[in-house]
T-cell receptor, first 115, second 117 residues
Framework: AQSVTQLGSHVSVSEGALVLLRCNYSSSVPPYLFWYVQYPNQGLQLLLKYTSAATLVKGINGFEAEFKKSETSFHLTKPSAHMSDAAEYFC?????????????FGSGTRLSIRP | ETGVTQSPTHLIKTRGQQVTLRCSSQSGHNTVSWYQQALGQGPQFIFQYYREEENGRGNFPPRFSGLQFPNYSSELNVNALELDDSALYLCASQPKGLAGEKMDEQFFGPGTRLTVL
């Protein structure tokens, strides 16, 4: 069975500071991993995805994530936070071999940016 | 290219009523999944439709049902609404590969906010 754990339901950083959102996964088969962002009253937008190619994945809006199999982690980072980054972020895992490729989401991390 | 669209955007129902939510998948996508996102939580998988048949289901009771049409659009039906059904309902579509198989990446619509009173 697959699962995702996001450490920290709320993260607050100053504008211009490093953003680090933590995600650990559990999967019995090689996973596909995703980070999605959700702005207030909107749906989910894909930030980036890991599909067993390069372990360092670059996404939109300057975000990137590194897949570390030994640590079962897929943390999301951005070197310099911008006010527009304030949103809810979800880490997710997708099963690759099941007939229904459902996505299992973490509980989310709310990112706040201080001026 | 048009993305995933959902209708209506907001809906208010009372307990015991029935509701139908609609989703139009992105062009070229043959798989549609539905998720329920309660306030302050991550989305939970309801079920998936592939080539007009249910292709997997999460931990939701039978009063949650769906349909997929030949143009890959989809409906989510919920009968006998309960207060706990109040949530944002998200539809997501998946692209198909060169051989027509479904790919893993899912693209989400803006959701339908359902309030049950």
């Amino acid at each position: 069975a697959q699962s995702v754990t996001q450490l920290g339901s709320h993260v607050s950083v100053s504008e211009g500071a490093l953003v680090l959102l933590r995600c650990n996964y559990s999967s019995s088969v090689p996973p596909y991993l995703f980070w999605y962002v959700q702005y207030p009253n909107q749906g989910l937008q894909l930030l980036l995805k890991y599909t067993s190619a390069a372990t360092l994945v670059k996404g939109i809006n300057g975000f990137e994530a590194e897949f570390k199999k030994s640590e079962t982690s897929f943390h999301l980072t951005k070197p310099s936070a911008h006010m527009s980054d304030a949103a809810e972020y979800f880490c997710a895992v997708s099963t690759r071999y099941s007939s229904a490729s459902k996505i299992i989401f973490g509980s989310g991390t709310r990112l706040s940016i201080r001026p | 290219e048009t993305g995933v669209t959902q209708s209506p955007t907001h809906l208010i129902k009372t307990r015991g009523q029935q509701v139908t939510l609609r989703c139009s998948s992105q062009s070229g996508h043959n798989t549609v999944s539905w998720y329920q996102q309660a306030l302050g939580q991550g989305p939970q998988f309801i079920f998936q439709y592939y080539r007009e048949e249910e292709n997997g289901r999460g931990n939701f009771p039978p009063r949650f049902s769906g349909l997929q049409f030949p143009n890959y659009s989809s409906e989510l039906n919920v009968n006998a609404l309960e207060l706990d059904d109040s949530a944002l309902y998200l539809c997501a579509s998946q692209p198909k590969g060169l051989a027509g198989e479904k790919m893993d990446e899912q693209f989400f619509g803006p959701g339908t906010r359902l309030t049950v009173l």
